[in-house]
């Protein structure tokens, strides 16, 4: 029973001393790679300035889908017929910079490329408000000019017409009485 | 003529005067399209503002100008984008029929917007660095646009048709299409021809 418990024993150990072999290369290589997710992405953007690619890319697509934006504002403004060149003038200063911003994102220089994508961004900021506004106005005008447009109209139509039912009635009144007046008479013969 | 004809005439003349009244209103629903040929406008100019006096003989050291310009004649304001792209003559040029644009990297771009009837236009400089000789081919190592340095290391063999090493500076049309939203190959490019002259 002594030699069978110590043989358990004995083996137990081995067992144990095998389990802390495993477990402290198992440990040691969990720790590393633990280690190794966090180091990684230090080395990675300190060698090829991943997050200043991922922060000018986000910069310059905020800024792409603001001009965008503020573009389809300026397209509804002048659909209803607003005068648009100032807008237009300012979206032309963002497409510089956004263009700007492509270029030197191009050339992997993510600092400039930030920088114009925010001065894109900024300097577009306001253009789609000032679009709404511009259309609203213009949306206005438009309403009421169609509306005179279409008093006039309608009071030209009558007028017309009126005026053609007058004219027509004096005409056919004329008329009978010229078709009266050639009216063959009966003239006596007998004299 | 009879009465019958008569009322006719009036008839029909009342209605076309009253159409002619209505005008205005008419006007208001139904849009009259004036000038129905779109199309935009593509160019490029000389250092002189003219359509002559191209670069074409080039080398290092020297810098260089040219105008690009674009007409907007499509009905309403347009975003376009024109890419800058720099070639040998064996590299692939944009395939206007299949509304293909080059697939060679863009050096240089620019954005702008153009309303309708109205043109945009700007100077465009370039040099060339880096540029070397090896026997029978030229090498050009970066163009210089609007002060930027882009590296495109190409290189061109003596054409010995016409006496030099030849490379073209090219600018591709885009136009922003707003139910793909995206740009899209406007089926338009312009470029010059450059002999790279090494001493």
């Known amino acids: 029973m002594a030699i069978w418990v110590g043989v358990q024993v004995s083996g137990c150990g081995i067992e144990r001393l095998r389990d802390v072999g495993f477990m402290s290369f198992s440990k040691l290589f969990f720790v590393l790679l633990i ?8 080395f990675v953007s300190g060698v090829f300035g991943v997050d200043g690619a991922d922060g000018a890319a986000s910069a310059v697509y905020r800024a792409e889908v603001a001009v965008v934006s503020a573009y389809e504002a300026v397209l509804d403004a002048e659909e209803v017929g607003a005068d648009v060149s100032g807008l237009l003038a300012e979206l032309n200063v963002a497409g510089g ?26 300097s577009v900021e306001d253009v789609r408000s000032k679009a709404v506004e511009l259309k609203n106005e213009a949306h206005s005008l438009w309403v009421t ?15 017309v017409v009126f005026l053609g039912f007058v004219v027509w009635r004096v005409f056919k009144r004329r008329y009978h009485r010229r078709i009266l007046g050639l009216r063959p008479e009966v003239v006596s013969s007998e004299s | 003529m009879n009465l019958e004809e008569y009322r006719t005439l009036f008839i029909v003349a009342t209605l076309g005067l009253a159409l002619v009244a209505a005008s205005p209103a008419l006007s208001v629903v139904v849009p009259f399209q004036v000038g129905s040929q779109r199309f935009s406008e593509f160019w490029l100019l000389g250092p002189g503002h003219m359509a002559e006096d191209y670069p074409f003989d ?20 347009e975003y376009y984008l024109v890419y800058v792209k720099f070639r040998n003559s064996t590299q692939p040029l944009p395939d206007i029929g299949g ?26 400089t370039f040099a060339f660095q880096d540029v070397s000789l090896e026997g029978d ?4 190592g970066d163009v210089v646009i609007n002060d930027v340095v882009f590296s495109v290391n190409s290189v061109s063999m003596r054409d010995s048709e016409d006496e030099g090493f030849y490379f073209q500076l090219f600018f591709e049309l885009w136009r922003y299409d707003m139910t793909m939203q995206g740009f899209r190959f406007h089926d338009r490019f312009v470029g010059i021809w450059l002999n790279m002259k090494v001493s």
């Open chain 1, 145 to 159: 000019d169609s509306v005179v447009r279409m008093v006039w109209s309608l009071i030209g139509v009558v007028v």
């Open chain 1, 97 to 122: 910079y956004l263009a700007e911003a492509h270029v030197w994102f191009g050339l992997w220089d993510f600092d400039n490329a930030t920088r114009f994508a925010d001065l894109c961004y900024y």
């Open chain 1, 35 to 42: 280690l190794s997710v966090f180091a990684v992405p230090i």
């Open chain 2, 58 to 77: 080039v080398g290092v050291g020297e810098e260089y100008s040219v105008f690009v310009g674009v007409g907007n004649h499509l009905g309403s304001s």
């Open chain 2, 99 to 124: 509304s293909v644009p080059s697939s060679l990297p863009t050096l240089y771009e620019f954005r702008f917007f153009v309303g309708d009837g109205e043109t945009w236009e700007s100077l465009l």
């Open chain 2, 137 to 140: 081919v030229v090498f050009v």
